[in-house]
């Protein structure tokens, strides 16, 4: 095999709490992983004689971007050259809460091992993974999973939403770094994900008073932009509604495709909108 393109999908989070600051200077803290996998950019790798980037997004074209990160990540640790042409086609927005960077990087692992047969193990993946973030090890294997530690202990969960995700981005890039040094009330407490799924669904009428997003606040009272888009969804059928990671995008829940595409319709044209079921 000389040649691999993947489809490296996006997520959402369905309640995030940060529990603890650890001594290693991340943070402890529970969350539900939620596949989008309508979603996805598109990344193609070729053997080549030197390793090469290019991406449809100019901002991603240098040596900082966790794709050429994960190639070099895994070439050191193996002590071998992996020299391969990569062209991405971006369409997750970037710094969104979305896991697009995080999602890319954990592909790269991924399609590293089959086109240069390295016969690494999804375990000893999620190793290398981790060292390049803690979203990384989930796009591993994208599966509905309660994810815990720093992210990379994860739950597989049997989970049928059965519903339609409307995802909102105003085009307002979240540094998640500034993010975290800006979590004022760190909490221990920890959301009972049993207490709201029920036989493979979601209880949303419980979600609601149970279900958070600790970064809401300081994005919220940062940006007001971001805070009307959940309002909007709410006030527009979502059955639920939250903002995804440390932002800047915000999900709503529908029942239907149609309320769902009519909330869509009411966001400016030049915010990025996409519906998945």
Do not use: W
């Amino acid at each position: 095999m000389d040649k691999i393109s993947v489809k490296s999908i996006a997520k959402i989070n369905f309640g995030l709490r940060i529990l603890s600051k650890r001594e290693d200077g991340f943070h402890n803290l529970q969350t539900l992983f939620l596949p989008i996998k309508g979603l996805y950019d598109n990344i193609s790798f070729e053997k080549s004689e030197k390793l090469n980037f290019n991406s449809n997004i100019s901002l991603l074209n240098d040596d900082s971007n966790l794709i050429i990160k994960a190639v070099q990540l895994l070439g050191n640790k193996l002590g071998q050259k992996l020299n391969v042409k990569i062209d991405l086609l971006k369409q997750i927005p970037i710094g969104a809460g979305l896991g697009g960077g995080s999602s890319n990087a954990a592909s790269t692992l991924l399609a590293l091992n089959k086109l240069f047969n390295l016969n690494l193990s999804n375990n000893e993946l999620i190793i290398f993974a981790l060292k390049l973030g803690s979203d990384v090890p989930f796009f591993i294997n994208p599966i509905h999973s309660i994810a815990t530690s720093r992210g990379e202990v994860l739950n597989a969960i049997d989970l049928n939403l059965n519903k339609y995700i409307l995802l909102v981005n105003p085009g307002i890039h979240i540094s998640t770094k500034e993010a975290f040094s800006n979590i004022k009330n760190i909490t221990s407490f920890k959301t009972d994900y049993k207490g709201i799924l029920l036989n493979g669904s979601i209880d949303f009428a419980k979600a609601k008073n149970v279900i958070f997003n600790d970064f809401e606040d300081y994005v919220f009272c940062k940006f007001p932009e971001i805070a009307a888009i959940k309002e909007t969804l709410i006030k527009n059928g979502a059955i639920f509604a939250q903002m995804s990671g440390t932002g800047s995008t915000v999900y709503g829940i529908f029942d239907n495709f149609e309320t769902g595409n009519s909330a869509a319709e009411l966001f400016p044209k030049n915010y990025f909108c996409y519906l998945d079921n």
